[in-house]
Structure formats: structure tokens, C-alpha cells
């Protein structure tokens, strides 16, 4: 559907509403995409919020909002849009014309890439700064799903009319990037046959006896009268080349690496902290320096700096944050781990402190995954460092399901991620099922190409031919596209878009296996051929929105 009809129609459906409660309308109210078919192209549940103040049953005000409805069509151009309205247990339905689906279908092919897209984000500047995880080991397959929300997230913000930049926040400093050098000098000085004791809290993963295997395999003993800081500073460094690595390999490719280190030695963290001062939510007890973050809504006041000097891990994040209000974003979205949830409420503060509009600050939740494997869930410990890679996921599964299948649920809502399903070729694999809607109608059209290859070339073509149930019920799909992608890019979440993608590719492969493309008729192929095309393309959007190939062979 293209914005300006979704928005006529939305404005037509506040109207009615207004008459009927005779007062202004109200924003909120929009049309929706009905799950039962039956319930129309489209359809709205208001009736059910307005029972109470109208004194009526929802079906005796789903009925009268028709009456209304049908009164505002008439009188403007939706008239050739809009073919009828429904009242159906208690919801408003609405059924486009045979036209206004011709006229969508009519659309697609003529903005094809394009379609979808809006400028719904009048060009606003955004950062989402997502993943963060600190350089001190391999990305886990938590990080895999927070890069996989966050990249799709960025795209569909990007597709809607904003300027993204993707953000990574490098906690570069601090005691857990000295315990992982002092771990990994006590094992290369272990694998010389010395005494040496990994820290009671460091890092005992395979990855870091590997890399000091590979340190004694280079230099043999010449490095161990290096200091610890030597040894920091080296895995620190191949412990971030391996996290780009991992997540180029993904597809993903961070606009802005920002990093805790640079954000101290530039002064951008003692500025934060005299901002706070000034402005008098600073105070002094028991020898160290206290944020008065209970001023804005938190639970009790946060300590920034300890009695020993030591910065606390608030102090650089309200830098970091006032930082990037500064860069001029118009809005900030994080995307943390579930252990982060109890820092969002400090975090507000801080910024409402600093005196920026917190409402601009969005924290959202990704949550953890659980992998299993023949029914039966994959450990993942950590005790000693041992749990499961990003980079094993992607070794098994592949990027474009990875993608998927993190993709698949809300972020908030827990991920079971089944491996064996993500791997096999058949119509239960949903990133399959989808993938292989694209490329058996690139098939057909390659057929089309052999057999009919003028059918784009010789005058308009008939798509009024095109009235079966599976057509329209596809047209109907087709539709939605746009409000989908606006949909989820207002809320911030871009699990819908699977859902949608399945959903027309169910919608293609009950058509095709109900009716040839190809037949005798030929003004009948045509109108199929363009029909298929046009979804080919808006798979091929939804897929790229994901970060998600479309192949043209499988």
C-alpha cells in the first residue's frame, strides 16, 4: 500500500470516530492487518474501546462506525478504493476494491527496490548502538542474536526514512580487560613449564590457552619477561579483531566504534562529571563521589567515582551518552543483555541530570537464546569459560538462517533456536520456506523468459484478469508490505517482518500449486507472470530489510 493511502484511510477511520463521539479524533487509531482472512483487507477493533462510553454492545457500534465510514467514503475519492465495510463480531472490516489492488500491483512494478520504503522518518538522525561486548573473549550467541535485532533494526529505520548509525561501544579498560592479559600471560608461562596461577576471577577459556599456544609456537620463551601489560594489550587487540571478524562475517559492519579509553583521555568523562556537578546532583559521602540519581526516579543513588578514585562504570556511560546528544542524534536506542535491565532506570537519570531530553533515550531488552539440538537443550556453560560461539553457530547454521531464526521472536521474549530445524532443506525451515518462494519465481520467470519472451514488451497487460481467490489473497498480502515495514519500525521491533515474509510466502505457494502461471490463455499468463513478479520483489525488500539473502537457485 502506498503511505498516503494508508494515511487517507487511517484519517477517514478517525473521522468516523469523531462523529460518532462527537469530539476530536483520536491519533491512536489506525487500520490494522486482520490474522483471519475473513475479517477483510483490513480491519480495526475500536468498537470493543468504545462499548463503554457509547452504552452498546461492540457489534451495535462496529455497525454504526460503518454507517459513518460508508458516509466518509462517499463523499471523497476513497470511493474508488474502498469497495465496502463490515461489521463482524464487534470489529470494523474493511474490503479494498478490485482497482485498488490492481493499482498496488501496478506500483510494485513500476518502484520495485523501492518499494516499502517510506520517508515516514523525515530524515531524523538515529543511533543504535547495540552488541558492546567487551573485547575480553569470543562473541557469545546472545552478542549473534543482539547483532542480528540490531543490523535489521537499523535497516528498517533506514528503510523508513532515517539516517542510522550503527553503534559499538568498546569497554576497553578496566579490571576485566587486566585480568584477561593476566590470564593469558600466566598460561603462556605455564605452557614454558613455569608456575604460574590464572587469576581466582580470570579468563580459563580455550580460546585464551589457544592464543598463548600460538604465542609460545611464535616467539618460544622470548616473551616471558614481558609485563602484564604487554600481554593485555595483545589480546586485548586479537580478541577485537576476532569480534570484527565474527560480525563482518555476518553482514555487519559498525558505522562507529567507540571506545571507553578515548572517551577518558579526551576529558569527555570529567566534562560529564563537572556538568553533574554544576548543576548540583553531585555530593560527597564516605569518601567517594555520589550521582543523586534518586532526584530523577531511581531506586537509590549511584557512586561514580570510588574512595580509592577509581571511576565506577556509570561515570563513563554518562559520558558516552552526553556525547552522543551532543553529535546532534535526534534519538538514542541501546539494545542490552537481560542482565543490563536494572542499569536502564540509573542510566535516564543520568541523562535527565545532564539536563537532555530523556524521552529521546530508548533501552530495549534483547533476551537470551537457548540452543537445542535432536529435541534436547545444548549446554552452554560458562563455569571455566566453556559455553558456545557465535562463530559456531555461524559455522553450522549458516548466516542467512542465523539471521532468521534470531529474528523470529520479539527481542524481549526468550529464543529457543533449533539447530537441526535451522539446518535442513524443507518447508518447516522457515528462512528456507521463504528463500525458496524467491527462487522458484525466478525459476518461473526463466521459463517465461524461453516461452513467452515478449510478455513485458507487447501493451499493457490484463490484470484484470486476475480475480481467483488465491490472486486477490495474494494482492492482499502484497499490500501490506508497507504497512508492515511502518509498523515495525514504530515499535521498534523487526520479528513482524518474518511473520509477514512467511505469511506471503504461504500466500505464493498455495497459489501456485492451485493455479498454472503459464497457460494456453495467453493474456491469463501475462497477468500471473506480473503477479509473481511484483512478489518476487517485495520478498526480495523483505529479505534485504533483514540482511538476508534472496537466491535465485536452490
Known sequence: MRPYLNDVLNECLRQAVARLEAGPPRDALRWEIPKDPSFGDLSCPVAFHLAAKQRQAPAQVAQRLVELLQEEVRASS?????????????????????GALLGVLRHIRRVKPRYGASRLGRGRAVV????????????SVAHGRQAAVGDALARLLRCQGHRVTEEYYLNDEGHQIDLLGQSERACYLQQLGQQAAIPEEGYQGVYVMDSAGRLKQAHGDSLRDRPVEWFTRRAKDEQLARIREDLERFGLRFDVWTSQKDLRTS???????????????????????????????DDKDRVVRKQSGELTYLAPDIAYHQWKFQRGYARLINLWGPDHHGY??????????????????TVKIVQLVTLSRHGKPVPMSKRQGEFVTFREILDEVGVDATRFFYLMRTMESHLDFDLDLAKSRS??????????????????????????????????????RLTAPEERLLMRQLLQFPMVLAACSQALEPHGLTTYLQRLAEQFHIFYDRHRVITGDVALSRSRLALIEATRWVLANGLGVLGISAPKHM
Open 128 to 139: 543504535v548502538e547495540f552488541v558492546s561486548a567487551n573485547p575480553t573473549g569470543p562473541l
Open 344 to 361: 536502564i532506570a540509573r542510566l535516564k537519570a543520568a541523562v535527565s541530570a545532564l539536563g537532555l531530553p530523556a524521552e529521546r533515550l
Open 427 to 464: 518447508n518447516e525451515n522457515p528462512v528456507y520456506y521463504v528463500q525458496y518462494a524467491h527462487a522458484r519465481i525466478w525459476s518461473i520467470l526463466r521459463y517465461a523468459r524461453r516461452q513467452l519472451p515478449w510478455w513485458k514488451r507487447v501493451g499493457p497487460v490484463a490484470l484484470e
Open 267 to 297: 576529558g569527555k568523562i570529567e566534562a560529564a562529571l563537572k556538568r553533574l556537578e554544576d548543576r548540583g546532583h553531585l555530593f560527597q559521602a564516605d569518601g567517594a563521589t555520589w550521582f543523586a540519581s534518586t532526584k530523577f526516579g
Open 78 to 98: 476513497l470511493r474508488l478504493v474502498v469497495d465496502r465495510f463490515e461489521a463482524k463480531s464487534g470489529f470494523v472490516n474493511l474490503i479494498l476494491s478490485q
